[in-house]
């Protein structure tokens, strides 16, 4: 097996990273693995303080805890849905199959595109629920950490609903896959 | 389509949920939702307070950031590892590949035999690396952030290393699955 590797491969420890925080070495590491890195395809959505649907589509959802239910994801304060998410008390986390793929590539699109159409509905407390996805939950978010220009939101989850089942939509290398073998 | 609702659907609000914040929807709603995810597979290590080598493995592992490179895990308070990882400054971090997944399935295993093997080697720091998986990242620990009986952990990249290429290793439904077809 070849390593490259671009960390010291031991001590002496490298220089503290508040000197250069940015060095092409940690981004190189972080993107060399996230290359690599597969993930279930989700979409959040929420409503502003107009009351107007947002949403976007996230590779990062994380299941926290089963009791009490709790779920994460993270996303960039500067995404167009980071006010609305920032305000809000409630979100709508969906699940995504196979059939969903045009819906995670709308919801990843122009932000004033993204609820034009029939695809989604009023669902509990005014909250747009997307129609035909595998499953959605709603919840409240109970923490919002944010790391430099990014934040971590934990939500408790209150209920859902499942739609007709589907083979699990991935995001790999900036494609969307479909899964296979089962080992 | 067909859609089983597990919470009100519409208004008016349900029960506060301080007055029973386990009932049976929100965590069937949970459960069935999580259900239909996939994540890709991750191990996270260690060291525990007296230098010995510590791990998990977590489907829980997701991007938070590029500038910073931040990534975040999941894990329960309960876990094995976590009086580790909550004393320690630094974690490595893998991404797990096809040729992985008895890898997996021992970080997965009883946490005395974790170690117990030439599976992997002291890499910088002094920080157990895996080897032969097919990327790996070392940073510090920036965020811990508790809810009831878990926390998520926020991690700044500062280096890493590559193996071979594989398939990612993809988890769903308590399976280990390849990728499939690209859409």
């Known amino acids: ?9 031991g001590l002496p420890d490298p220089p503290p990273l ?5 060095a092409p070495g940690d981004l190189a590491a ?7 890195h597969a993930a ?3 979409v959040v959505t929420a409503l502003d303080v107009q ?3 947002v949403g976007f589509t996230a590779t ?3 299941s926290m805890s089963a009791v009490p239910p709790l779920a994460t994801f993270n996303m960039a304060k500067s995404a167009s849905s980071w ?9 709508v986390i969906h699940l995504l199959g196979l059939r969903n793929r045009t819906l995670a590539e709308r919801l990843a699109g122009p932000n004033t595109e993204r609820f034009v159409g029939d695809h989604w509905r009023v669902g509990p407390y005014g909250l747009p629920v997307l129609n035909n ?3 959605w939950m709603v919840g409240h978010i109970v923490e919002r950490v944010t790391v430099h220009n990014s934040a971590v939101v934990v939500v408790q989850i209150e209920g859902g609903g499942l739609g007709d089942d589907d083979e699990a939509l991935i995001y790999h290398e900036r494609r969307y896959r479909a899964l296979g073998e089962t080992l």
């Open 1 to 9: 097996m070849s390593e490259r590797t671009t960390a010291p491969a």
């Open 18 to 22: 508040d000197t250069d925080p940015h």
């Open 30 to 36: 972080f993107k060399n693995a996230f290359r690599r």
């Open 40 to 42: 279930g395809v989700s």
């Open 51 to 53: 009351g107007k649907p």
């Open 60 to 62: 990062s959802l994380a």
């Open 83 to 91: 006010p609305a998410i920032n305000e809000t008390e409630r979100v």
């Open 133 to 135: 996805v595998t499953s």
